[in-house]
C-alpha cells in the first residue's frame, strides 16, 4: 500500500471528492467538497484522482492553523482569553483610604483582572519588539531584566487566576 501524502486528491464512494489535508499513522484527515473533514482509514476503498509523494516538508492544515495562531499572538497586540479564578468571578475590588471620612471606591474585579491581563499582553508584545529590533544585544539584556522584574512585581495578583500556566512569573532562584 502506498501511503498518499498531503495535497493528494481523492475520490470517495461515500463522501465524494476531496483533498488530504493530514496523515496519520492510521487514518487520513480529508476535506470533502461536499461533506467537509472527514478521516478515514488509511486501507479504505477510495479512488486517487491525483498522488502526491508525501514529502518531508509537508505540513497539514491544522499545523498551518497552529503556526499562525501562534504568530499572531507573539506578534500582535491581540489578547488571548485568560479564564479568572470561579471564586473571584462577580467579585469586586475595594480600597479603603487611610484617613476618616473619605469613601471607599469599588471595582468589578473582573475589570481589575482584564487590566491585568492588558498589561501582561502588552509587556510581552514590548519583548518581542526588543528581541527583533537592532539595538545592542547588552541593551537588550538589560531591558529583557527590567520586563523580568515587572513581572515578579505582579505576580502578587497570580491568586486571580484560574489556571498556574498563566501565572506571572519572575526572577527565579538559581
Known sequence: MTLLGIGSRIEHPEYGKGVITNVSSKEYWITFIENGLETIPLND????????????????????????????????????????????????????????????????????????IMVRDRLRVMEQKINSSKIEEIEKIELQQYITRIYGSLTSFNILFKSPTNHFVGEKSK
Open 45 to 116: 476503498e477510495f479512488k486517487v484522482i491525483e498522488a502526491t509523494v508525501d514529502e518531508v516538508d509537508t505540513v497539514s492544515f491544522s499545523e498551518v492553523e497552529q503556526s499562525l495562531r501562534d504568530l499572531l499572538k507573539k506578534w500582535s497586540d491581540v489578547s488571548e482569553i485568560v479564564p479568572i479564578g470561579d471564586k473571584w468571578k462577580g467579585g469586586k475590588l475595594i480600597l479603603e483610604p487611610g484617613q476618616a471620612g473619605l469613601s471607599s471606591k469599588e471595582i468589578p474585579i473582573d475589570t481589575f483582572f482584564h487590566k491585568i
